[in-house]
């Protein structure tokens, strides 16, 4: 009898090609592709490419994009517009990009583990622990960007680790895990509040504004250092993208084909983490765009795994449109993106909630 998960991997009979999946040959290879999926991300490119452009146009001066263009290219008409999209503007766009790309990915992978829609990395404490290290660490002292990155990481790491250990008993329920982490978040958000108290007037200024989520300032040096971490994580995320296929599948039939479902959903948790970490040192805790990517993406695909790269492209959209609004919207004030993000997410997260039966939890590849 076929199980539902093996949608996973559309291959059924020698010769047969499924419907919605188109044959691609490389070489003397080929391979399937899904038609929605990939006309999905090819328009989502368009969008984020439209967005990106609307980025560098916008906001208190406003540059026509013959101009940006001229930019990009090396060739500005003016020093003036130099200076606003080559120096204050690119490089904030880039880190948007970076960070709503590393976030999307991120939500996708840990929601595919658990199996479920609510398991996003700052729902269930992975960028609380990040920001807890970090604002503690900038509170006693360390302000350096090339660091705090890396002590994200740490954080998320091991606020992750903690929520799997009081989470496992003998297996992981996907409702304990989220609510175990919801707990996590709690206590972690509490903590950090702890440390702000704790250090300098100024420094604690700075951490409030990280907290919420900010663009500001953003320059080359967190580019560089979250570009460069991105393509060593590259090829993790593309085995990643192949192993969630085993991952979707009920436990006893990834089993009997072989797979070690244990290490593989380690790996895939241990990519998430260590995206979502990597972005909130860039960005500060971004909160939702991890949340809401991966599922716009799964919705608009209609695939049985949440694609990665449709992912990856809402999430960059998500931030860097926010950002473009965060700037302009209340001009000259200027807001976080972050409180774009959550007056967008927290409305679909109570939309979840409400969704859902209890005792029941909608899968991101299928039953918790």
């Known amino acids: 009898m076929t199980s539902p998960g093996t949608l996973a991997r559309p291959a059924s009979r020698p010769g047969v090609r499924p419907a919605g999946y188109a044959l691609v040959r490389a070489g003397r290879g080929s391979f399937l592709l899904h038609r929605r999926a990939a006309g999905t991300a090819a328009v989502l490119a368009v969008a984020l ?60 992978l840990i929601q595919t583990v658990a199996r479920n829609p609510l398991a996003g990395p700052d729902i269930i404490g992975v960028t609380q622990g990040a920001g807890a290290l970090t604002v503690g660490s900038m509170a006693f002292g360390v302000t350096s960007y090339a660091v705090l990155p890396y002590l994200s990481v740490a954080g998320g790491m091991l606020a992750a680790g903690l929520v799997h250990l009081f989470a496992w008993r003998g297996g992981l329920q996907a409702t304990r895990f989220v609510l175990i982490g919801i707990g996590f978040a709690v206590a972690l958000r509490s903590v950090t509040h702890l440390f702000l108290t704790k250090g300098d007037q100024l420094v604690a200024q700075q951490a409030q504004v990280w907290m919420t989520g900010s663009l500001n300032g953003r320059g080359w040096a967190e580019a560089v250092v979250l570009g460069r971490a991105l393509l060593v994580l590259a090829p993790f995320v593309l085995w990643a993208a192949r192993a969630q296929r085993t991952v979707s599948l009920d436990d006893d039939t990834a089993t009997a084909l072989g797979v070690r479902l244990g290490r593989t959903r380690l790996g895939l948790v241990a990519i998430g983490v260590i995206l979502a970490s990597m972005a909130t040192g860039a960005a500060g805790p971004v909160d939702f765009v991890a949340l809401l990517a991966p599922q716009i993406a ?58 859902g039966r209890p005792g029941r939890g909608r899968a991101a590849g299928g039953k918790a």
């Open 49 to 108: 490419a439209a967005v990106c452009v609307a980025h560098l146009c916008v906001g208190e001066s406003f540059v026509a994009p013959s101009e940006v263009v001229r930019v990009l290219l090396g060739r500005p008409s003016s020093a003036s517009d130099e200076l606003v999209v080559g120096t204050l503007r690119l490089p904030r766009m880039t880190v948007g990009l970076l960070v709503g790309a590393a976030f999307g990915v991120s939500g996708a």
């Open 298 to 355: 799964r919705r608009l695909t209609r695939t049985a795994q949440i694609p990665l790269l449709c992912s990856a492209l809402l999430g960059a959209c998500l931030v860097v449109l926010g950002d473009l609004l965060a700037r302009t919207i209340l001009a000259p004030t200027e807001l976080p993106v972050g409180v774009l993000t959550a007056a967008i997410g927290a409305p679909y997260l109570i939309w979840l909630i409400v969704r």
